[in-house]
């Protein structure tokens, strides 16, 4: 009943900056929490980011500076910006929310994800 849906991933130079946006669609009431994870080719899938429906934000370590979370409640969306990008974030953005559905429980929802390659 939902989808959630990643774009604007691509090829860039180290260094250089992408913005990548997920927009969920469907029976929504309410969308708690909303995160980016990526996953490299034979590396485990990690948390990126996230955000709480009032705004509060944490990273992982290894981005903390560069990307920024954000979301908008009236749109059901967040972004993510990446900034001075490194080879080592190239890897799949995965969006993922917990949602409540109209008639049914919370769920925890996956977009298709996004490919980011980082290389000169």
């Known amino acids: 009943q939902v989808q959630l849906v990643e774009s604007g991933g691509g090829l860039v130079q180290p260094g250089g900056s992408l913005r990548l946006s997920c927009a969920a669609s469907g029976s929504i009431t309410i969308i708690f929490n909303m995160n980016w994870y990526r996953q490299a080719p034979g590396k485990q899938r990690e948390l990126v980011a996230s955000?709480?429906?009032?705004?509060?934000?944490n990273y992982a370590d290894s981005v903390k500076g560069r990307f920024t979370i954000s979301r908008d409640n009236a749109k059901n969306t967040v972004s993510l910006q990446l900034s001075n990008l490194r080879p080592e974030d190239t890897a799949v953005y995965y969006c993922?929310?917990?949602?409540?559905?109209?008639?049914?429980?919370?769920?925890?929802?996956w977009g298709q994800g996004t490919q980011v390659t980082v290389s000169s």
């Open positions: 993922n929310a917990l949602i409540r559905v109209y008639h049914l429980n919370d769920n925890n929802y």
């Open positions: 955000i709480t429906r009032g705004g509060l934000t």
